[in-house]
């Protein structure tokens, strides 16, 4: 089996800050997401890749970047923390294929901003 | 309004009795996962569904794509149940995957 490893686990900032969380993956999935859950709240697509090099925008886009260095590992950037903002981050892969998404999660970034 | 909206939002129930959850989709769809996720954050994967119906334990689960819904049955609901369910859906003209805002089941002894 694969796994799904993101880093750091938990990440403090400052206001203005700009921040990256990684995520790396074993699976050898094409596609790559992120996604950005508030504290009881659902899930909220940020950007996805769907092959190396590639970046796709989600809703949620503002405010962060991406990058899809290899087909591993996708990175995600918030440009400027904002103030007491606190969100958990979460990265997934799916498994090829265009109808065959089935979506594997890494364990999450719990993001907090002083 | 919400591409993938869950229905209710929150529901307790009784241990040992069964309930329903559903989901709602207003995009094109192909497939449809179900997740737990535990009171500790993780994502557990429960289903994952072309259209049909699978079981796995307590659990059932049926995707139907004409009517563009699906629905997770839980039967004799134990504690350990506890937690936030949500669906997810294919968008298959955008090539993403879009989950609902989750449906947070509190099981009682």
């Known amino acids: 089996g694969g796994i799904i490893t993101q880093t750091p686990k938990f990440l403090i900032g400052q206001e203005g800050q700009k921040l990256t969380l990684k995520c790396q993956q074993n699976?050898?999935?094409?596609?790559m997401y992120w996604y950005r859950q508030d504290s009881g709240k659902g899930l909220r697509l940020i950007y996805y890749s769907i092959t190396e090099n590639d970046l796709q925008k989600g809703d949620l886009s503002e405010g962060y970047d991406a990058s899809r260095e290899k087909k591993s590992s996708f990175s995600l950037t918030v440009t400027s923390a904002q103030k007491n903002e606190m969100a958990v981050f979460l990265c997934?892969?799916?498994?090829?294929?265009?109808?065959?998404?089935?979506?594997?999660f890494g364990h999450g970034t719990k993001l907090s901003v002083l | 309004g919400d591409q993938v909206k869950q229905s209710p939002s929150a529901l307790s129930l009784q241990e040992g009795t069964n309930s329903a959850l559903r989901c709602n989709f207003s995009?094109?769809?192909?497939?449809v996962q179900w997740f737990l996720q535990n009171p500790r954050g993780s994502l557990m994967n429960l289903f994952y569904?072309?259209?049909g119906t699978k079981e796995n334990g307590r659990l059932k689960s049926t995707f139907n794509s004409k009517e563009s819904y699906s629905t997770l049955h839980i039967r004799d609901a134990q504690l350990e149940d506890s937690g936030t369910y949500f669906c997810?859906?294919?968008?298959?003209?955008?090539?993403?995957?879009?989950f609902g805002k989750g449906t947070h089941l509190h099981v009682l002894p």
């Open positions: 997934a892969s799916s498994i090829p294929g265009l109808s065959n998404e089935r979506l594997f």
């Open positions: 997810a859906a294919d968008d298959t003209n955008a090539y993403k995957v879009i």
């Open positions: 995009i094109a769809t192909t497939t």
């Open positions: 569904l072309v259209p």
């Open positions: 699976f050898n999935h094409d596609t």
